[in-house]
C-alpha cells in the first residue's frame, strides 16, 4: 500500500467517523428531544389543534415541556375536565375527568408516583390547558431518573465539531496534496538518476511554498549527482588518458620486435640495441602499470575510505620521521616545523594520507638538486591547519602550475624525469576525498611549494 492510500485511510477513519457518529448522535438527540415527544403526542391529541395555535403559544408550550422531567407519563386536560390525551392509565384519553375523582386517583397513588400538575400558560387556552405528569419514586432513588430537562440536542456543539471537522479534512488533504507532490517530485527525479541520466542537472523548486523536508533531498540528490557526475568524467578521462599513455611505449614495442623478426637488426649490437630499448619501454610500462593500480585503488576507496579521527601533529611528526631517512639517501635536507598543538584531531585516512604527501616529497626530491633542503611546514591559521611541503628545485611554469594535478599531466620541464604524470593526481584525489584543499606556489629555478589546507570545524 502506498503512503498516499495510508493517508487517505487515516484521514477517512479520522474524519468520516466522527462525522457519521456526530450525525447519528444529532438525529438520535433530535428523534428523542422533548419538541419531539410533544409533537408526536400533540398530533394525536383529540380537538386540540397545535398547528393552528399562534406561534407564542406554540413556543409557550415548547418551553414549557422542556422543563418537564424526562421520564414520565402524562395527561393533558382542559380545566373543565375535558382530556385531551392521556399516558397515565387510570385517565382517560378522551373524555371527562372529575376533578374530585383525578385528586383521589392521585392521591391513592401517591406512595408510587411523583405527580407534577401545571397550567401551561397559553392565550388560546386562557391559561386553561391543564398538564398532569408522573413519574415513579423509584426511578428517582435509583438515580435512572435524572432531576432537571431532557438534554436538549447540542447542535451548536455538532455544528462546532462538524465545521472543525471539515476543516481538519479541508487542511488534511492540503497537507497530503503537498506531501504527494513532494514525493512524487523526488520520484521523478530519482527516477531519471536511476535511469542513468547524470547530465542533466535535478530540479529543485525554489519556491517557498513548494520547498519542505521532502524537496529537500534534492538538494542532496543535486550534489550526489553532480560528485557522480565528476566521478565519471574523471574515470573516462583516466580511461581515455590510460588507453593513450599505454599505446606509445607498446607501439615502441610492437615496431622493435616485428623489426627483430623480419631481420631489419642486422648483427648482434643492433639486435641488442633494438632489445634493449623493448626492455626499457616494458620496464616503463610495467612501472606505469603499478601506478595506476596504485590510483585506481585510491579512486575505489574514495566510496570506502579508511576515515578515522587522529591527531594532527602525531600524524605529521611520524611523518616526518618516516621520510627523513628518503631524503638523506638522496642527499636532500629535511626541515621540520610542526606548530600544531597537541589534540587538534582531524578525520583521515591516514594510509591515503601518506601516500600523497609521499607523492608530493618524491617530487620536492625528484625536482631539485642534491644538497637543497625540503621543508615540511605544519601551522594553524585562523580555523585550518595548513601543510607546506617546500623544496628549492627546477620549480613550475605558471603554464604547468594549472595543469599538474591532471591525470597523466606532466610538465614541460620535466621531461629529464621518469614519470607518468600520475603522482600529483594521486595528492588531488586523497585531499578532495578528505574535503581538502591543495594548491601549488612556485618560482622558477627557486623552487615550490605545495600547501594542503584543512578546514577545522568542530
Ligand atoms: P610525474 O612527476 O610523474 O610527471 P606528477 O603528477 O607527480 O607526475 O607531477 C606532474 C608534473 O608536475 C610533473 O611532470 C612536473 O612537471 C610537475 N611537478 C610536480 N612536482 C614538482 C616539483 N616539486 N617541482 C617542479 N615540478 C614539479
Excluded at 177 to 202: T, Y
Excluded at 349 to 374: C, H, W
Excluded at 406 to 428: C, D, M, N, P, W
Amino acid at each position: 500500500m502506498k503512503i498516499r492510500s495510508h493517508f487517505i485511510l487515516v484521514l477517512a477513519l479520522l474524519t468520516v467517523v466522527p462525522i457519521l457518529f456526530l450525525t447519528s448522535f444529532v438525529v438520535y438527540l433530535n428523534l428523542t428531544s422533548p419538541e419531539r415527544v410533544l409533537f408526536s403526542r400533540l398530533e394525536k391529541m383529540k380537538g386540540f389543534d397545535f398547528a393552528a395555535m399562534p406561534k407564542s403559544d406554540k413556543d409557550a408550550v415548547v418551553k414549557y415541556l422542556r422543563e418537564r422531567p424526562p421520564s414520565f407519563e402524562e395527561a393533558f386536560f382542559f380545566s373543565d375536565g375535558m382530556t385531551i390525551l392521556s399516558t397515565i392509565p387510570h385517565i382517560p384519553g378522551e373524555g371527562r375527568i372529575d376533578a374530585e375523582k383525578l385528586s383521589f386517583r392521585l392521591f391513592e397513588n401517591s406512595d408510587q408516583y411523583y405527580y407534577q400538575l401545571s397550567a401551561i400558560p397559553i392565550q388560546c387556552y386562557d391559561g386553561k390547558l391543564i398538564h398532569l405528569v408522573r413519574y415513579p419514586k423509584n426511578a428517582v432513588k435509583s438515580g435512572a431518573l435524572r432531576e432537571g430537562a431532557l438534554p436538549r440536542p447540542r447542535n451548536f456543539v455538532a455544528a462546532f465539531v462538524l465545521i472543525f471537522e471539515a476543516i481538519f479534512a479541508i487542511l488534511s488533504l492540503f497537507i497530503m496534496n503537498r506531501i504527494a507532490g513532494s514525493i512524487r517530485l523526488v520520484e521523478q527525479e530519482a527516477k531519471k538518476l536511476d535511469d542513468g541520466d547524470v547530465e542533466k542537472p535535478i530540479h529543485i523548486p525554489l519556491n517557498k511554498g513548494h520547498s519542505n523536508e521532502i524537496t529537500n533531498l534534492l538538494t542532496h540528490l543535486e550534489s550526489f549527482r553532480k560528485t557522480f557526475k565528476q566521478r565519471k568524467k574523471r574515470r573516462d578521462s583516466f580511461v581515455m588518458g590510460l588507453s593513450h599513455d599505454l599505446k606509445t611505449p607498446l607501439a615502441v614495442i610492437k615496431g622493435y620486435s616485428e623489426g627483430i623478426a623480419d631481420g631489419l637488426f642486422d648483427g648482434p649490437k643492433k639486435r641488442k640495441e633494438a632489445l634493449d630499448v623493448i626492455v626499457q619501454k616494458a620496464t616503463s610500462l610495467e612501472s606505469m602499470v603499478d601506478e595506476l593500480v596504485n590510483f585506481v585503488k585510491m579512486n575505489e576507496s574514495d566510496w570506502n575510505a579508511n576515515m578515522a579521527n587522529k591527531d594532527l601533529k602525531e600524524f605529521l611528526e611520524s611523518f616526518a620521521t618516516y621520510i627523513k631517512p628518503t631524503c638523506e639517501i638522496f642527499n636532500r635536507e629535511m626541515e621540520a616545523s610542526i606548530q600544531i598543538p597537541s589534540g587538534v584531531t582531524v578525520k583521515m585516512d591516514e594510509q591515503m594520507l601518506s601516500r600523497a604527501l609521499g607523492n608530493i616529497f618524491s617530487n620536492a626530491i625528484r625536482y631539485s638538486n642534491p644538497k637543497t633542503t625540503v621543508f615540511l611546514d605544519a601551522r594553524m591559521e585562523k580555523d585550518s591547519a595548513v601543510i607546506t611541503i617546500t623544496d628549492q628545485g627546477i620549480g613550475i611554469t605558471q603554464e604547468d602550475a594549472g595543469q599538474v594535478f591532471k591525470l597523466f599531466y606532466r610538465g614541460t620541464r620535466s621531461r629529464r624525469e621518469q614519470g607518468h604524470g600520475i603522482g600529483l593526481s594521486v595528492a588531488k584525489t586523497a585531499t578532495d576525498i578528505h574535503g581538502w584543499d591543495i594548491r601549488v606556489e612556485s618560482e622558477l629555478h627557486k623552487g615550490s611549494s605545495f600547501i594542503i589546507t584543512i578546514p577545522l570545524t568542530s
